[in-house]
């Protein structure tokens, strides 16, 4: 079962949803977004949906173990293994477990692709998406941890993919189909 596989990489508000949304509909490939599917378990009222809700309210990210056994579900399902994962791998625990799981499936990693801002629009971003979807993780406070835990525990990803040479950054401001384009063209 040969696939690809493309990552996309950045902190909360850089626009990398949009991106991998758009990427993936028009490669037909299966986006994967951590974050969507916590949601949904949250909205389902889930035994797992019950533990992530105060922990991604904090801003904090929910367990290496859960977020791992609810992707490798995910990837089990899949009819065809072309994936794009959005907010996933956030730690260096979950990028090493998947560079296991690709290599079991078969999947090659086409490119990590970093979609970066600065933090000042950064802030404003997620502000002005608070107002208009309401999500209860986008207030100051949140947005705030969300920011501090991405430098933490997900900035280091970007020299562990810098190592093996799949790492692409993408300049994140401009309007969504002018970041589009760089998308395109990196992967090209
Ligand atoms: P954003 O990128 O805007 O912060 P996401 O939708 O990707 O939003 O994630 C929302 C929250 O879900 C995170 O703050 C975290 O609590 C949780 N979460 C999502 N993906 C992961 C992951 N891979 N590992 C741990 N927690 C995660």
């Known amino acids: 079962m040969a696939g690809d596989a493309v990552i996309f990489l950045g902190p909360p508000g850089a626009g990398k949803g949009t991106q991998a949304a758009?990427?993936?509909?028009?490669?037909?490939?299966?986006?994967?977004?951590?974050?969507?599917?916590?949601?949904?378990?949250?909205?389902?009222?889930?035994?797992?949906?019950?533990?992530?809700?105060?922990?991604?309210?904090?801003?904090?990210?929910?367990?290496?173990?859960?977020?791992?056994a609810m992707v490798r579900e995910e990837l089990a399902g899949l009819e065809a293994p072309h994936v794009i994962f959005d907010g996933f791998p956030r730690t260096i625990a979950q990028a090493r477990a998947l560079d296991r799981l690709l290599a079991e499936l078969g999947i090659r990693l086409k490119g990590v692709l970093l979609v970066d801002v600065g933090q000042e629009e950064l802030i404003r971003r997620l502000l002005e998406r608070a107002r208009k979807e309401g999500r209860s993780d986008d207030n100051e406070a949140t947005i705030r941890r969300r920011l501090e835990v991405y430098a933490q525990q997900t900035q280091p990803l970007v020299s562990y993919y810098q190592s093996t040479g799949a790492l692409r950054h993408i300049e994140g401001l401009g309007t969504p189909d002018e970041v589009y384009g760089r998308v395109t063209g990196a992967l090209s």
């Open 22 to 68: 758009r990427l993936a509909s028009e490669l037909g490939y299966k986006k994967l977004s951590t974050g969507d599917l916590l949601r949904e378990h949250v909205a389902g009222n889930t035994e797992l949906g019950r533990l992530a809700k105060p922990i991604m309210e904090r801003g904090d990210l929910v367990p290496d173990d859960l977020i791992l």
